[in-house]
């Protein structure tokens, strides 16, 4: 059975920073991409970052994110991190964590039906 747990959400000043986990289990973890997404109250779902299955030498992330927002994976602890810097209030959200067997690409990282396994997210608060 595959499980993806995500952790290390909370409460952060905007300006702050904070470590999203995602330990996946049931899988062989290197033959994924991984995703990030997120959904703030009454918006829909957003893709945030994503990275290559294998090593993953390749990693994308939205334009809102990107020089603030960092995704990685270490195949050893079958987790994959996403570390946010210079968080502002409207990074407030529920973030996921997402399992695609295979490959991403930066045409189609994004897409939320491309994942097969979904974690139930943590919430991520940025006061002003």
């Known amino acids: 059975q595959v499980q993806v747990i995500e952790s290390g959400g909370g409460l952060v000043q905007a300006g702050g920073s904070l470590r999203l986990s995602c330990a996946a289990s049931?899988?062989?973890?290197?033959?994924?991409?991984m995703g990030w997404f997120r959904q703030a109250p009454e918006k829909e779902r957003e893709a945030v970052a994503a990275?290559?299955?294998?090593?993953?030498?390749?990693?994308y992330s939205a334009d809102s994110v990107k020089g603030r927002f960092t995704i990685s994976r270490d195949n050893a602890k079958n987790t994959v991190y996403l570390q946010m810097n210079s968080l502002k209030p409207e990074d407030t959200a529920v973030y996921y964590c997402?399992?695609?067997?295979?490959?991403?690409?930066?045409?189609?990282?994004?897409?939320?039906?491309?994942?097969?396994?979904w974690g139930r997210g943590t919430q991520v608060t940025v006061s002003s």
């Open positions: 997402a399992a695609r067997r295979g490959p991403v690409y930066s045409v189609n990282y994004y897409v939320a039906d491309l994942y097969a396994f």
């Open positions: 990275i290559s299955w294998g090593g993953g030498s390749s990693t």
């Open positions: 049931g899988l062989t973890f290197s033959n994924y991409a």
